[in-house]
């Protein structure tokens, strides 16, 4: 039997490489999100189903949860790859535009996280991976990117509390702190950046299969920095 790995932000640059690298690797893929246009090589594959779901909307997500947990019985993995993104620094950033990027990049992960958590828990195995951001880690980098840098972190915090709470058991919470992704609406947004020097989306799902895969069992309370030469 292949697992089951659920991609939340799945129509963004990285989801769609990673939905392609699943795919590819013999999982099943449930691709989440609220719309589909990047993920037409995946339309016709036995192995793929693309749901919509607000990951703002923690009743919406806590219902699809259910219906999803009781139609598959076992979620193997979860990638939460859904955030924003915003600049600002301290003076620039007041609390509306705090809790937009709460409400994206922290929220969207904890609504999917906690009941995947409990399953995962029930089950005895689970994969659950954040998105974080090298900002997040690096104060002379997050200044200016505050609130973004801010609710991240707060990812980091939430692996280790789930990690403690599954001390013991095979349910493991990993971050992933990339740089600058190279992605179409990146290089749109930042035309004369060296994107040599960018993380490729395809590395990053490499990087996430590699963690729901066997080779990457015994890893425990795992943060990976992916930066490339950015």
């Known amino acids: 039997m292949p697992k089951t790995i659920l991609i939340t932000g799945a129509n963004g640059g990285l989801g769609a490489a990673t939905v392609k690298k699943f795919l590819d690797k013999g999982y099943k893929v449930i691709a989440v999100d ?10 016709a594959h036995d192995n793929f189903e693309l749901k919509s779901v607000d990951a703002t909307d923690e009743a919406a ?3 699809f949860m259910e ?3 009781e139609l598959y019985d076992n979620i193997d993995g979860a990638l939460l790859l859904v955030g924003g993104f915003a600049m600002g620094d301290i003076a620039a950033t007041d609390g509306e535009a705090l809790r937009k990027m709460f409400a994206l990049n922290f929220e969207t992960a904890y ?3 906690r009941p995947l958590f409990t399953h995962m828990l029930e089950k005895g195995y689970g994969r659950i991976v954040f998105m974080g951001a090298r900002p997040a880690l690096k104060p002379e980098q997050g200044k200016g990117v505050l609130a973004y840098s801010l609710t991240k972190s707060l990812l980091f915090h939430l692996a280790d509390l789930l990690n403690a709470t599954a001390k013991g058991k095979n349910v493991v919470a990993s971050v992933v702190a990339p740089s600058t992704i190279d992605t ?3 290089r749109k947004s930042m035309p004369d950046a060296d ?3 960018w993380v490729k989306a395809e ?5 996430l299969e590699f ?11 795992p943060v990976y920095k992916i930066y490339n030469n950015a």
Request: include cysteine.
């Open 211 to 221: 963690i729901c895969s066997e080779e990457g069992n015994a890893l425990r309370d």
């Open 195 to 197: 994107f040599s020097a």
């Open 34 to 43: 609220q719309s589909g246009t990047h993920l037409g090589f995946a339309a």
């Open 61 to 63: 997500v806590s219902n």
């Open 111 to 113: 609504f999917f996280a």
């Open 203 to 207: 590395d990053i799902a490499g990087l």
């Open 67 to 69: 219906e999803i947990i």
């Open 184 to 186: 179409a609406a990146n």
